[in-house]
């Protein structure tokens, strides 16, 4: 099972504001990514936070993008890729994944990652955090961009007198 062996964070983010970007392919499993997000949120104290839908995965990065630059503490991701018989699962899990990955680091946001890049539909159901499902991802990146949020809050860059490169 991936899972195994991941941490077991406790985290506290009342006062911060978290956006949920969620894909709308495969309804059941985004239902339970969802659902997960949701119970995290709520079980972390976020009493700010907005849910966006989009299309699919490959529009993810730039709703979070978005949502980044919108003054949010957090985004989270959510969104499933099933291997199909054509090249296009690697197309999207790559743009996805690189596109989430440039808006964390150019924004300085924390992105969580909830998308589930699956061989088959029984593996996304068994993450999607349905009853039943051995993982519950909508929850576990949930945590995980809060947490980060939060390790981030009191991350100062040192100020500087003049912008870089100038004498």
Same mark, same amino acid.
């Given at each position: 099972?991936?899972?195994?062996?991941?941490?077991?964070?406790?985290? /506290?983010?009342?006062?911060?504001?978290?956006?949920?970007?969620?894909?709308?392919?495969?309804?059941?499993?985004?239902?339970?990514?969802?659902?997960?997000?949701?119970?995290?949120?709520? /079980?972390?104290?976020?009493?700010?936070?907005?849910?966006?839908?989009?299309?699919?995965?490959?529009?993810?990065?730039?709703?979070?993008?978005?949502?980044? !630059?919108?003054?949010?503490?957090? &985004?989270?991701?959510? !969104? &499933? &890729?099933?291997?199909?018989?054509?090249?296009?699962?690697?197309?999207?899990?790559?743009?996805?994944?690189?596109?989430?990955?440039?808006?964390?680091?150019?924004?300085?946001?924390?992105?969580?990652?909830?998308?589930?890049?699956?061989?088959?539909?029984?593996?996304?159901?068994?993450?999607?955090?349905?009853?039943?499902?051995?993982?519950?991802?909508?929850?576990?990146?949930?945590?995980?961009?809060?947490?980060?949020?939060?390790?981030?809050? /009191? &991350?100062?860059?040192?100020?500087?007198?003049?912008?870089?490169?100038?004498?």
């Amino acid at each position: 099972m991936s899972g195994h062996g991941s941490p077991t964070l406790t985290v /506290d983010g009342s006062g911060l504001r978290v956006a949920v970007v969620a894909a709308s392919w495969h309804e059941p499993v985004m239902d339970g990514l969802l659902d997960g997000a949701r119970r995290a949120l709520a /079980d972390s104290g976020v009493e700010q936070s907005l849910t966006l839908r989009v299309p699919g995965t490959f529009e993810l990065p730039v709703a979070a993008s978005r949502l980044a !630059g919108a003054g949010f503490d957090a &985004v989270v991701a959510l !969104g &499933v &890729v099933v291997r199909g018989g054509t090249p296009h699962f690697e197309y999207v899990c790559q743009a996805a994944t690189s596109g989430l990955t440039d808006v964390a680091v150019r924004t300085g946001v924390p992105v969580g990652f909830g998308v589930l890049t699956c061989d088959d539909d029984k593996q996304a159901l068994d993450r999607a955090g349905l009853p039943g499902s051995h993982e519950d991802k909508g929850y576990e990146a949930t945590v995980a961009a809060i947490s980060t949020a939060l390790t981030l809050r /009191d &991350v100062r860059l040192p100020e500087t007198s003049s912008p870089v490169g100038a004498p």
